[in-house]
């Protein structure tokens, strides 16, 4: 599986522990009172452009029952807008509406600013090494369950 050495489910349950913690608080001062998917996929289409609803899916590793209900969803909301892929009948792309351009911005202000706040109270060496490690926290999204 991998050519590092392995570490133990017990050695990274407090990662998991802390992250869940810290993007619930995110989440909580970003006010935009949506789910963790909704918000996710808002987010996704935000900075991969627009897509079709299967790489959607694919993207936010859910399936494609539960991809339909949150496009459904969000288009309700008129924060993604759906339309028919002119190529294929079948197909599906969506895309950001201005509204959810503008319901993400206003989060990640609120959400930016909150934590600002919290990382100001670590000392200046471990507001650099918190910094430092966000690479290799993003490259952990990149990996393929």
């Known amino acids: 599986m991998s050519r590092f050495a392995t570490i133990s489910p017990t050695e990274v349950a407090p990662l998991r522990l802390v992250t869940f913690r810290l993007a619930r608080r995110l989440r909580k001062h970003a006010g935009t009172g949506l789910s963790l998917s909704q918000q996710s996929a ?7 452009g627009p897509m079709r609803v299967g790489q959607l899916a694919e993207r936010e590793q859910i399936s494609k029952a539960s991809v339909t209900r949150l496009v459904a969803r969000l288009e309700e909301l008129g924060l993604i807008e759906r339309r028919q892929d002119q190529s294929d009948g079948r197909s599906w792309w969506v895309e950001l509406t201005d509204r959810g351009s503008e319901l993400l911005a206003s989060s990640s202000r609120l959400a930016d600013s909150y934590l600002a706040q919290q990382v100001a109270v670590l000392a200046p060496d471990d507001q650099r090494r918190l910094l430092d490690a966000l690479p290799l926290l993003e490259r952990l999204l990149d990996v393929k369950a």
Do not use: S
Not at 42 to 48: A, I, K, S, V, Y
């Open 42 to 48: 808002l987010t996704t289409l935000e900075r991969r």
